[in-house]
């Protein structure tokens, strides 16, 4: 009465699916605006920067590599086969432990370790990178590596490669795992749980 009109200013967010930047919101008339905050400029139409870091991670690793002589460790602190197995870039995951032995040596070795001490394998037996497993195996990779706790995921540590299969139900990323070490079948996490 007598006041001015205050439009409904509820905001309906949506953000990426990887990197959950925000990407679209709805005004207060219900139509769509783009919002403009410090990851939309890492965005295309149809990319993020996950993406667009993974499509471009070989290429960066050889430059790195070319001009440097010491290991490259990239980005975010994470080894470069470990970041591309994470972010489920399973192709260049492949195409960077084809490069050979030197390189993935200097890129921290088919056994580094990211966040909470994941490694390549951990992250591909989650996804059910079968060709992944299989090469990462072929060059050495240990299906019993463990995990460090995950304190803000509630994950506890302890984990192999098998237990990311089977919490995942990738049967055929399980089967792999086993048959390169059985062993990892009987193999606690740190709350005394098996794969």
Known sequence: PGGTH???????IRRCGHCASKLIADDYHGRPVAVMDRALARHSSTTCHMEITAADAIREVEQCLAHDSADV????GEPPLVFLTRVGNAAKALELLRRGPETVG????????GHGACTA?????????TELIG????????????TQDELHGGIPGGRVPLHAAAAACNVEAATMLLTAAPEAAQTSDWEGKVP
């Open 135 to 146: 090469e990462l195996l072929s060059q050495g990779a240990t299906p019993s590596c463990q």
């Open 106 to 113: 200097r890129c921290g070795g088919v056994n580094a370790r």
């Open 121 to 129: 394998l951990h992250h591909a037996a989650a996804c059910n990178a």
């Open 6 to 12: 205050m439009p409904n200013t509820h905001v309906a």
């Open 73 to 76: 460790i990239w980005p975010s």
